[in-house]
């Protein structure tokens, strides 16, 4: 099946820094989501970007698929920031993913104040 | 909206029982998948529904079924539990129209310990 890498696994910042989390994967996708896990367990999906770029505030995500790599960015991070970070796709030639995603097996990231 | 919801929250079961766990997508969605998170892992696929037809399942033992009501609503049930059984349970809906045809909203999740 697609293998799904993160780097790095832990990251620790100082508040109001800025970070680029990167996800590679082994094969053609169609799907390509960002999730941030809080400390409590809930899984926020950040961005749906199986190709392009995208902005959400301090957050942007792009996905280069010719290369087969994510990146996500966060600037000015703050302490609400810190959980995991995770990368999850579906490949393509599988056709419609019908959520099933794999996910990757994350960064951890750690902001202090 | 409400969210996606799922309860319960926590369950404590010994090896051997059957448990059910069950999931609310949000309102309007239609398709619902199931997870499973081990501690210090990414989340697994276990199984999709989508208008109420299995449409996905991952690489888990037969104990594991699931089902979707004509509300969209979801159950998962796991029997014989086993201590490695212990883990988050998570249940995301998605709403198959649109560009975004396939992102997906978790709920917060059940936490299961086995005994």
């Known amino acids: 099946g697609i293998q799904v890498e993160q780097s790095p696994p832990d990251l620790i910042l100082q508040e109001g820094a800025n970070s680029t989390l990167r996800c590679n994967f082994s094969?053609?996708?169609?799907?390509l989501q960002w999730f941030h896990q809080n400390p409590w367990g809930q899984l926020i999906n950040l961005f749906y970007?199986?190709?392009g770029t995208k902005q959400n505030g301090r957050l942007s995500a792009t996905t280069v698929a010719t290369e087969r790599y994510s990146l996500l960015y966060i600037s000015s991070s703050q302490t609400t920031d810190s959980g995991v970070y995770f990368c999850?796709?579906?490949?393509?030639?599988?056709?419609?993913?019908?959520?099933?995603?794999?996910f990757g097996q994350g960064t951890i990231l750690t902001v202090h104040p | 909206d409400a969210g996606v919801t799922q309860s319960p929250t926590h369950l404590i079961k010994t090896r051997g029982q059957h448990v059910t766990l069950r999931c609310s997508p949000i309102?309007?969605?239609?398709?619902v998948s199931w997870y499973q998170q081990v501690l210090g892992q990414g989340p697994q696929f276990i199984f999709q529904?989508?208008?109420?037809?299995?449409?996905g399942r991952g690489n888990f033992p037969d104990r594991f079924s699931a089902r979707q009501f004509p509300n969209y609503s979801s159950e998962l049930n796991v029997n014989a539990l086993l201590l490695g059984d212990s883990a988050l349970y998570l249940c995301?809906?998605?709403?198959?129209?649109?560009?975004?045809?396939?992102?997906?909203?978790f709920g917060s999740g059940t936490q299961l310990s086995v005994l």
């Open positions: 995301a809906s998605s709403f198959p129209a649109g560009t975004e045809v396939e992102k997906l909203f």
């Open positions: 094969d053609s996708v169609n799907n």
């Open positions: 999850a796709v579906a490949p393509r030639a599988g056709g419609t993913s019908y959520g099933k995603l794999t």
């Open positions: 970007i199986p190709s």
């Open positions: 309102s309007g969605h239609k398709s």
């Open positions: 529904y989508y208008e109420k037809e299995e449409r």
